[in-house]
């Protein structure tokens, strides 16, 4: 039997499938457009042009509804699992994961050091008398 036949997993797979599903066809109807180069883009600049960008917006939007209501369903609320527990290892790779984008995400921005520092904010103030 399939692993995602099994009571609500298919949730997860679909999630997966979905989420994939609008990365995948935003960048190829912004290649066919050619609105990005074919070579690795963003995935937020195959996103940004019509008419990739509503179906991005969509498929996205369809993954979150689809999510943060199915979410609901299952609750976990445990915050210390023990080593001895059955799901132990998967919440452990689950924390792992989630820290490498965490940091993969502030490492991003730390990318941008040398394009903002040609940048230079001013700020001016003017009194007006005229009261």
């Not at 209501?69 to 452990?92: F, G, M, Q, R």
Request: charged share 10%; net charge negative; hydrophobic share 55%.
């Amino acid at each position: 039997m399939l692993c995602f036949l099994k009571g609500m997993a298919f949730v997860p797979f679909l999630l997966v499938t979905w989420s994939s599903a609008a990365f995948i066809i935003s960048y190829v109807v912004a290649v066919l457009w050619r609105h990005v180069n074919p070579f690795l883009p963003y995935i937020s600049d195959t996103g940004t042009t019509p008419p990739e960008s509503g179906i991005f917006g969509f498929m996205i939007n369809f993954s979150a509804f689809l999510v943060i209501v199915c979410a609901s369903l299952i609750s976990i609320t445990k915050l210390e699992w023990n080593p001895e527990e059955k799901d132990y290892v998967y919440h452990l790779v689950s924390a792992i994961c989630e820290w490498i984008v965490a940091f993969g995400f502030v490492f991003y921005f730390l990318t941008f050091i040398q394009d903002f520092q040609s940048v230079t904010l001013r700020i001016s103030t003017e009194i007006n008398d005229d009261i």
